[in-house]
Structures are given as C-alpha cells and as structure tokens.
C-alpha cells in the first residue's frame, strides 16, 4: 500500500477526475487553465489559508494547464509533476502509477553506504536516467551501494548542474521526466543499490522562477549568494514549510526513494524555534516508519555545525549525516600543495589527523581564511554521519578548467587519494569516473534563454576566477561545447592504467567490506598515531578481535617510520606500491613480528595496510 501523504499539485482522483491544489494566498482569484483535452477555464475555491483548490471531471492524465492569476497572467503549477515543454509551458497532469518491482527491497543503514555522485546529463551519452541504467551492475560490482543525483527538478534549457531548478516537483523532461526516474529507482534496487537525490531547499533559479506570484514563498530578511532566501521563518513561513516537506514526501514515498542530500544548508536562514530542518527530519522520520523502510537525510554544510546532526533529544535537528568539507581540504592540500583561499587553513597532516579523529579539523579554533572561530565540536556524532570525499561537482567544478583531481596527480598519488577515502571509517563518496580515471573535465555549464541572465552569468564567472589570481576566461557555461566536453568516456575504464585503478578501488571496497576494523570502527576503536613525519598518516583500528594499522605516506619521497607497541604478528593486506597495482615496488614486508616497535621504510605516495594475526597470543585489540 502507498502511503501519499502530497496533495499539492494535480493529483488524478478517478477515471479522467483531477483535483488541483495549490497555495496561493497572493491571488485574488485563480483559475485552471486547461488546454487539453478539451480548453476550458475552471474557478477555484480559496480558504482562508490561501489554499485553491479545484476538483474537474474530464481530465485525463496527459492533460495540459496553467494557473491564471487574477484573470490576467498563466503560469506552471508550482508544485507541477511534468514540464513537457520546459519551465515556461503548461504543467502537465501526470499518472502516478508505476510497475514497481522492489517489494522486496528494504533499504540499506547509512553505515553500508558507498556513495557514487554522478550527474545525469553527462554520465551517459544519452544524457537521461535510462542511459545509466546498463552501467548499473559495474557499479554494485565494483562495490558501490548507493548512487547519488545531483538535481533533477525542471531547469531552464536543456543543459544545467540542476541547482537552478524552480519547479521542484518536477523531473527534468529532458532526462527522462517521472517515469524515467522511476525506472532507474526501480533498476537500481533490483541491483542491490540505494538511490539518494540532490534537492535545493535554500533557493530558486533565477529563470522561470514564478512561486512569488503565488504567495510569500520568499523573505526580503535574508539573501542567499544565488538570489532570494526562501521564507522559512516569517509570516505565512508553515505554508512555505509545508511546500517543501510535501516535495521531500514526494520523494521519498512516490519514487522509492532512499535519502535526500540537502543542498547548502547553511544559507537556509531560518530563526524558528523549531527550525525548518528539524522539522523536515522529523516529517521524514516519521513516513519512513509508516512505509517501514529506511530514509536518511544528508546535509551540505560548510558551517561545522554539529548541531545539525545531533538528535533532537540532544538540541539537535536529527539529520541523518553531513558532508565533511574538512576532510576534502586537508587531504587536498595534502596530495597537491595547493594552499589558496580556504585550503590555507589545512597544513601537513595534522587537519587530517584531526578529522579522522572526530570528524572535523576546525571545532571551535581560530580559523585564518575565515578570520573568525570556526565549528563545533562533533563528540557525540558516530562515524557514519559524515560523508568524505577526495573530489566532488563542486570542488571539480569551481575550478576554471573544470579539472579532475587526477589531472593533478601522479598514478601513485590517484592511489593514495582513493585509499585514504575508502579506508577511512566515514561515509565514502566517489565522484562519477573517479574509479577508472576519467579524463573528461566537469564544467559549469547552462542553458538560459533569457540572454541577460546569460551574460550575467559570464561575467559573473569571470569576475569570479579573476579574484581568484586566473587570467584567461574561463569556457562560455552557455556554449554547447561547454556541456559536450564534459561527457564520460566509459570505454576507458578498460585500457591500461585506467583498468588497473579501477580494479585498485575494487580492492578497496572489497577490503572495506571484509575488515571489520574499517567497516565497523568508532571513534573510540581508532587511534591516529603520533609518527615524526608532517606528511604521513597512521591509524590504528580495532573492532572486536580484528585490528589493522593504515599508513598513509603524502609525501613524494620514501618516507622511514618507527612504528610503536606492535606486539604479536602483523599481515600485509594492501600495498598500493606494489607492481600488482602498477606501482613501482616495494621492499615493505609482507608481513612482521614484533615484540615492541618496529621500523618501516614507506614508499612515495603509497597507503599500506596491516593486518593484526588474530592467532597471536594477546590479539585482543588495542582496546583491551
């Protein structure tokens, strides 16, 4: 049984029976325009909340229509299911039925997530959610769990990252519209495979954006770095509430889905005493429970605030997890030196450390880039509420060139990045074509066609990367071309080099599922080690009687290290110098005893992992 708790919108009641709902508290009167099948005008009702509403007889799913206000302008449903003709064309009345096959699907604990972000315009050449669909067993083979979508609500054009989405009940027609991410859902869990959605909850894009001539959907209290902030917290702010719970719902209970990723968080300005974003978890939390079946919310939040994640028995809003910015920074500047804007807080390993420790680098110290205090501390938040990463759309994307992290790094060094990710105890998330080294750069691109936007958002751009030191203008988002360069060649992944880091992250991920002393650690079953070396990482992990030591070694030269306390005999599980990676080498053993500490020669940029024998006389964990 579904259990659709959305009633904003068009929802087919019947045999050719619609009943139209939608809030509108700025109209003095409001009509369905309904262009097919047959055109009529059609009155609707308004109480004394602003909701319209409307129930009409022949009106087939298929059926096009438009709002008109006051008798005068049309515009789409805000809360309109199809957009076949684009953000300016009617809305489209959709049948919410589906073939589903994944009764037997019941979600995956975030603890098992391996997330894989993809972005379905240039994943495929066919641009649209069928196009992943035959890549689908590669993945869960490889190891992923769960796929990632950046937005898919209805953009202007044809071409977009999706975060200037503005009708967000809407599926991009261009990829597939509702019933093509239903059967990607479908797919995806019949591979064994989680799905979780990008959604912008802190604003709109700035075409085709007509909520505000429907009611007060916006605040002039607060701004956002892309436009009006979203009313969530000033008069009429529970009818706002309720528009954007109803799209979470929608989600989650019509298309099967899994979790969502809530994008920027932080410019969610919201004051309540009950903030908006508690509210949400708990609305989600609460259907999950009905449908008897897991739904996570992840934020993106560059706020360290612990808060976010906290239960709400603890003050906190009862997010499921969040993304580490921290994380990516320190190994960033790590891997490749780079040391502008925000990656000057982030030097030698220490950052890393620290994350890995607890979660974030920065939990309430002083912060250089920023000139202020920065983050909360994490003590009470597990492992498994923070998502980590080496690259990401945005830290790829906000580059001039679009440029991989790969671009910048030796074989050696793609290697390492990969294992410092995958081996660490949080929430690991791969960038689409990490796996195989994709060569193909992702750009900012778009599609407007409101040619002053258009050039708004060059010169917006470039204003951007000249005060970021770049000299040549960066590739015309609008251009085709733009978009076109960014398209996976997947064919890749089968040719030299590429085939070998495609069967190394295979190796990770399986390591990751059969070592329980990376799969199950805690914060308090691991321990950084305090080694000489700025630039290498060691860890000590334990969970039960299984225990590995991870080494990390940054740095472009052999790095010789005193390791301390290794009683018993020790296992080399992963050297990612070895030539069976296409790595030059090593002498590091396979495997030693040691009475006390021993002393290892690391190769240049290499991570290794030991294996604690569990036969050995007092292999009890380090935690014993």
């Not at 929802?11 to 009167?29: L, S």
């Not at 319209?52 to 005068?72: H, L, M, T, W």
């Not at 529970?238 to 969502?260: G, I, P, S, Y």
């Not at 009687?545 to 070694?553: A, G, K």
């Amino acid at each position: 049984m579904t259990l659709s708790p959305v009633t904003l919108g068009a929802t087919v009641i019947g045999a050719n029976r619609c009943a139209f709902e939608v809030w509108a508290p700025a109209a003095t009167k409001l009509e369905v325009h309904l262009l097919t099948p047959v055109e009529r005008l059609v009155p609707m009702g308004k109480d004394k909340q602003g909701y319209c509403r409307a129930v009409v007889d022949e009106v087939p799913p298929g059926s096009d229509y438009f709002y008109r206000i006051n008798q005068k302008k049309e515009y789409p449903d805000p809360a309109s299911r199809w957009q076949p003709a684009g953000v300016h064309g009617p809305s489209r009345v959709t049948d919410p039925g589906f073939g589903w096959t994944d009764s037997s699907w019941t979600g995956l604990p975030l603890r098992d997530y391996v997330l894989y972000e993809l972005h379905v315009g240039t994943f495929s050449e066919a641009g649209t959610f069928d196009g992943i669909l035959p890549h689908l067993a590669r993945l869960r083979d490889l190891g992923i769990t769960a796929l990632e979508l950046m937005p898919v609500a209805e953009f202007p054009g044809n071409r977009n990252w999706g975060y200037d989405g503005v009708l967000p009940f809407a599926v991009h027609n261009g990829y597939g519209g509702s019933a093509g991410l239903k059967r990607l859902v479908n797919g995806a869990h019949e591979h064994g495979l989680a799905v979780v959605l990008d959604v912008v909850y802190n604003h709109l894009g700035p075409e085709g954006n007509c909520l505000a001539e429907f009611g007060p959907y916006f605040t002039d209290f607060y701004r956002t770095p892309w436009g009006a902030a979203l009313n969530f917290d000033g008069a009429f702010s529970d009818d706002v509430r309720r528009f954007f719970k109803e799209n979470a719902l929608l989600w989650q209970t019509e298309f099967h889905l899994d979790a969502l990723r809530l994008d920027a968080v932080h410019a969610i300005h919201d004051f309540s005493p009950i903030p908006f974003l508690e509210d949400l978890a708990e609305t989600c939390h609460r259907q999950a429970l009905r449908l008897n079946r897991p739904f996570h919310l992840i934020a993106e939040s560059d706020l360290n605030m612990s808060r976010h994640i906290l239960p709400q028995s603890l003050g906190g809003y009862g997010l499921d997890a969040q993304w580490s910015d921290d994380f990516h920074h320190s190994l960033h500047v790590l891997l490749t030196g780079e040391r502008d804007g925000y990656y000057a807080d982030y030097a030698g390993v220490r950052p890393l450390a620290k994350v890995w420790r607890e979660g974030y680098a920065y939990t309430g110290e002083y912060s250089q880039f920023r000139k202020r205090r920065h983050g909360s501390s994490p003590h009470h938040n597990p492992v498994k509420q923070f998502v980590v990463c080496s690259q990401n759309h945005d830290q790829i994307g906000n580059r001039q060139l679009g440029d991989r992290l790969n671009s910048q790094l030796t074989f050696e060094q793609q290697k390492l990045a990969a294992g410092t990710v995958l081996l660490s105890p949080f929430v690991p998330l791969l960038f689409m074509g990490e796996e195989y080294g994709e060569t193909a750069p992702f750009l900012y691109f778009i599609s407007h066609t409101n040619p002053a936007l258009v050039e708004a958002v060059r010169t917006g751009r470039q204003r951007e990367f000249a005060a970021q030191g770049w000299t040549e203008a960066p590739l015309d988002p609008q251009d085709e071309a733009t978009f076109q360069k960014c398209k996976l060649n997947h064919a890749l992944a089968k040719h030299g080099q590429h085939r070998v880091l495609q069967a190394f992250y295979r190796e990770l991920l399986r390591l990751r599922r059969e070592l329980r002393a990376i799969g199950r650690v805690e914060k308090d079953t691991l321990k950084t080690l305090e080694l000489d070396e700025d630039d290498v990482l060691g860890v000590r992990q334990w969970h039960k009687s299984d225990e590995v030591i991870l080494l990390f070694n940054f740095s472009r030269e052999p790095r010789v290290i005193q390791l301390p306390m290794l009683e018993g005999a020790w296992l080399q599980r992963l050297n990612s110098a070895a030539q069976a990676w296409g790595g030059p080498g090593s002498n590091d053993p396979d495997g030693f005893h040691s009475g006390g500490s021993i002393s290892l020669t690391l190769p240049p940029s290499a991570c290794l992992i030991y294996q604690r024998q569990p036969s050995e006389p007092g292999a009890k964990g380090a935690g014993a």
